[in-house]
T-cell receptor, first 111, second 110 residues
């Protein structure tokens, strides 16, 4: 009964491919997030999304797109993968602006 | 621009040796300061939220404090299981997203 779950845990792919990472939360939260943690362990917000609004960090390339089929899911699609996209991607959720709870992360390696 | 700076980057302690981690921040309109713990290969785990200067919170061997410019995470008589990276984050500004520091990697040797 994991609160925030991400799949897959590991993803190895070639440059130029398109891939998706899935995220699901069973906490009843209304806001979900995607973060990127680089090799220096720096955690940076990519997107936040609730029913009403998608907020995009302006530094995120438009090759990245979040897709939310319902309140409990926020998937991350990445087109034309590049070497620099290699990182750990974390999904998180919260009830409005309260505490954010994180998933275990997806380690993406682009070869 | 909102910013969070944590120090030191790494801290090595002997079991039982108390110390403090620092988180300095600049933010327009603080709407919460958060401490998380991150173990290798796992996601950040929530520890504390502080909202106003002077506020303090405690959990087991950890105590978090907040001033107008910085927060401290005090670790009293640490044990090896306290070894982890401790992340500080602030929420502020118009969008209200969390801005994280780079973390302090704590190692506690028996």
């Amino acid at each position: 009964d994991t609160a925030v779950s991400q799949t897959p845990k590991y993803l190895v792919t070639q440059m130029g491919n398109d891939k998706s990472i899935k995220c699901e939360q069973n906490l009843g939260h209304d806001t979900m997030y995607w973060y990127k943690q680089d090799s220096k362990k720096f955690l940076k917000i990519m997107f936040s999304y609730n029913n009403k609004e998608l907020i995009i960090n302006e530094t995120v390339p438009n090759r990245f797109s979040p897709k939310s089929p319902d309140k409990a899911h926020l998937n991350l699609h990445i087109n034309s993968l590049e070497l620099g996209d290699s990182a750990v991607y974390f999904c998180a959720s919260s009830l409005q602006e309260n505490i954010q709870y994180f998933g275990a992360g997806t380690r993406l390696s682009v070869l | 621009e909102d910013q969070v700076t944590q120090s030191p980057e790494a801290l090595r302690l002997q079991e039982g040796e108390s110390s403090s981690l620092n988180c300095s921040y600049t933010v327009s309109g603080l709407r919460g300061l958060f401490w998380y713990r991150q173990d290798p290969g796992k996601g950040p785990e929530f520890l504390f939220t502080l909202y106003s200067a002077g506020e303090e919170k405690e959990k087991e061997r950890l105590k978090a404090t907040l001033t107008k410019k910085e927060s401290f995470l005090h670790i009293t008589a640490p044990k090896p299981e306290d070894s982890a990276t401790y992340l500080c984050a602030v929420r502020g500004g118009s969008q209200g997203n969390l801005i994280f520091g780079k973390g302090t990697k704590l190692s506690v040797k028996p």
